[in-house]
């Protein structure tokens, strides 16, 4: 995702569903039939598509059509919460109308049994209302390598005596 918002392209549609994954388990993202090209700006782009995946707007999205790489990131958090909770759909149970004023309640998806805090922290930062306070993809980037290499960093060895 750092690459497609270093590209000026807001995706719009990111989630499990749409997440493909090569033959060494490298995830690619797909199907970009939602997305648009934002120009050289980081602007909002107003959208009013036929269907949409609401479960995986941010607020802004849902409320105003607003969409941007801050409406993705809300979706990326949407979207690890799917992958931490083993497939489970977001907001079970709750229509359209009910997710705007579950969101703008201040609600969020709690955090699933298999993840733990410094996941959950950056789920919770990716769903902050203000689009302006949610990491881009570059900050989310760094984080996640550091979160990996710690937690991998002593896989397969042994801290030696000498």
């Not at 033959?23 to 036929?50: Q, T």
């Not at 931490?84 to 955090?111: I, M, T, W």
């Not at 699933?112 to 996941?119: K, L, M, N």
């Amino acid at each position: 995702m750092q690459f497609i918002a270093s590209k000026c392209i807001v995706h719009r549609d990111i989630a499990a569903r749409n997440v493909l994954l090569t033959d060494s388990f490298n995830a690619k993202i797909s199907d970009f039939g939602l997305s648009c090209h934002m120009g050289n700006s980081v602007r909002e782009e107003k959208y009013s598509p036929k269907k949409f995946p609401y479960k995986w707007l941010s607020i802004e999205a849902l409320v105003s059509k607003l969409f941007s790489e801050k409406s993705d990131v809300w979706a990326f958090g949407v979207l690890t919460h799917e992958v931490f909770s083993f497939g489970q759909a977001p907001y079970p149970g709750l229509g359209l109308e009910d997710l705007v004023d579950h969101l703008k309640a201040g609600n969020r998806l709690s955090r699933p049994e298999a993840t733990d805090e410094q996941i959950y922290e950056i789920m919770l930062e990716c769903w902050k209302e203000d689009p302006d306070e949610r990491p881009a993809f570059e900050a989310l980037t760094s984080r996640l390598h550091t979160i990996l290499a710690d937690a991998t960093k002593s896989y397969g060895y042994v801290e030696s005596e000498e």
